[in-house]
């Protein structure tokens, strides 16, 4: 059966990182900028600016190769604060839309606009003013997908990087997957590829060829799959994400341990940890949790509370051991520990924080940047 026709949308920022840069330094605009690891260490490429693309440099490549593609290039560190916080400007965007936004990085979304538009060439125009709103707010150029499912969006959008729009239609659909080289379909990387083409597969008409069954003894259930995408079926819904309550990380040992030193030393690693995805988040959270799982699997947790919050490891570190010493007592082995930070809040309000509550590690900060 023939589900209803959606209309989505995937938008994703041309070169987003090193658009940023060009935003934010002029005098880097229409020159490579290559943003990520530095060369002269063990660096990768994040990604490049369009004109060191057209050296051959591109995201994952050693910074050093890059370096040897294009001396000239402008090699900038990762500014990942302000990338975020382009990524909350732009998914606030698309929010105005719809309630279904499917984020899958930080420059990158599916739309469902189903209920917003008639139509394929609606969805177009929203598209359009997606990407005016996008420019107005940010100065940057994002390319559009615009299709009846998600598989196909995705690829439209990747069509006329930089500043595209393109629209594949359901009637186009066919004509457009037959002729589409297998690594481009969802899910084919090196591997299947390669696999594939050792039996002679290259496009998806010789997917569709193939057909179903052979396709599912070769692959699996992705094989099916797969033959469905060549034929223009992809039901996937677009799935917003749904509100994180906390972050947090445990770890059960591989053997029980009564030591407390050792104990402590396994929390660093988690605090450190939860730091890192706070940070990455752009969180912090009032409530520090500490888990301890006994021995005899009894689970026992301890929540420490903060006005201003938690989110790096040297603050949650104190408060955990002090929690932990109360609760060992040397006689129980202890198999599971675990650290979370939940109540979440943003990075600004954490910031805000302390600027009032420590305001020389706040200058401190201010001056490093
Ligand atoms: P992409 O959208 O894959 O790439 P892009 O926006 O730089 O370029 P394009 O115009 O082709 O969309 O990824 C978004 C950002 O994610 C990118 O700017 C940097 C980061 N990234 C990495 O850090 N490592 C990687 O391997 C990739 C692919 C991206
Ligand atoms: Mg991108």
New binding site residues.
């Given amino acids: 059966m023939q589900e209803q026709k959606r209309a989505i949308i995937h938008i994703?920022?041309?070169?987003?990182?090193?658009s940023v840069e060009q935003r934010d330094h002029p005098e880097y605009r229409g020159k490579p900028v290559i943003v990520g690891g530095s060369p002269d260490r063990r660096g990768v490429v994040?990604?490049a600016s369009y004109e060191a693309r057209q050296f051959g440099v591109h995201?994952?490549m050693p910074s050093r190769t890059a370096f040897r593609l294009c001396p000239s290039a402008v090699f900038l560190p990762v500014r990942f604060e302000v990338y975020r916080a382009v990524s909350q400007q732009i998914m606030a965007i698309f929010h105005q839309h719809t309630v279904l936004v499917e984020p899958l990085?930080?420059?990158?979304a599916f739309l469902d606009v189903t209920e917003s538009v008639h139509g394929l060439d609606e969805a177009v125009q929203l598209a359009r003013e997606i990407k005016r709103q996008i420019r107005e707010q940010t100065e940057l150029t994002a390319s559009a997908g615009v299709s009846y499912c998600k598989f196909l969006a995705k690829i439209a959008s990747d069509r006329n990087?930089?500043d595209g729009l393109t629209v594949i239609t359901t009637q186009e659909a066919s004509a457009f997957l037959e002729a589409l080289p297998i690594e481009k379909f969802f899910g084919v990387g090196k591997v299947t590829a390669a696999r594939l083409r050792t039996l002679g597969i290259q496009t998806g008409a010789d997917l569709k060829r193939l057909g179903e069954l052979r396709l599912r003894e070769v692959l699996g259930k992705h094989g099916a799959q797969l033959y469905h995408y060549a034929c223009g079926e992809d039901n996937r819904p677009v799935e917003p994400v749904r509100v994180r309550k906390s972050v947090g990380k445990e770890v059960t040992l591989e053997h029980d341990i009564r030591d407390q030193e050792q104990m402590e030393r396994i929390l660093e690693k988690l605090a450190t940890q939860v730091e890192h995805r706070l940070i990455e988040l752009g969180l912090a959270g009032k409530t520090l949790t500490l888990k301890v799982r006994w021995s005899n699997f009894d689970l026992l947790t301890r929540a420490i509370s903060r006005p201003q919050g938690f989110q790096q490891a040297g603050e949650m570190l104190p408060v955990l051991y002090s929690q932990l010493s109360r609760l060992i007592d040397g006689k129980q082995a202890v198999r599971l520990l675990g650290v979370t930070v939940s109540g979440l809040f943003s990075q600004e309000a954490w910031l805000r924080e302390r600027q009032v509550s420590t305001p020389s590690l706040w200058s401190k900060e201010l001056s490093q940047e």
């Avoid at 990085?105 to 990158?108: A, K, P, Y």
């Fill in positions: 994703d920022l041309d070169a987003f990182y090193a994040a990604t995201s994952a990085s930080l420059d990158e990087k930089p």
